[in-house]
């Protein structure tokens, strides 16, 4: 996989966001180690993402319950 690192950025729940834009797959890995991939995300999703100043918030409000996911 040819993944991108989000920039380096301060959550009180996230610990590190990738994604792969070839497979449309973000993989969202939590501060208690635990990671989701979530299928299907669109490159401006992801990018938005990146972009957001909240990213416990942009997840809960347009990725869960959006996208197919899968603990890993």
């Given at each position: 996989m040819a993944w991108q690192e989000f920039a380096p950025f301060t959550s009180s729940n996230i610990a590190a966001i990738r994604y792969d834009e070839k497979q449309l797959?973000?993989?969202v890995e939590f501060l208690n180690s635990t990671r989701y991939h979530y299928y299907d995300v669109p490159p401006q999703i992801a990018q938005?993402?990146?972009?957001?100043?909240?990213?416990g918030t942009f997840l809960a409000?347009?990725?869960?319950?959006?996208y197919r996911y899968s603990r890993v």
């Open positions: 797959l973000l993989e938005a993402f990146d972009q957001a100043e909240s990213k409000s347009t990725i869960k319950g959006h």
